[in-house]
């Protein structure tokens, strides 16, 4: 699996902290997420990080969903 890139952060005034991924808006954090968020960022890969908190990741199951028979077409 392909690490995530593309994440930015924008920490505003208010301490409001908004996620974008290339150039678009993918999560507002406000109060004490913000700053849970802020905290992790530090200490880990920033990249993975805003990844998680945004969803936009990957879970390991696509190809377990793609072939349930649900899912066939």
Request: proline fraction near 4%.
């Amino acid at each position: 699996m392909p690490k995530p890139h593309g994440f930015s952060y924008d920490v505003r005034a208010d301490r409001t902290v908004v996620i974008t991924h290339l150039g678009r808006a993918a999560g507002t954090l406000r109060g004490g997420r913000a700053d849970k968020f802020l905290a992790e960022v530090e200490s880990g890969d920033a990249q993975l990080v805003m990844a998680r908190w945004t969803g936009a990741y990957k879970f390991g199951n696509e190809r377990t969903a793609r072939n349930h028979p649900r899912n066939r077409r």
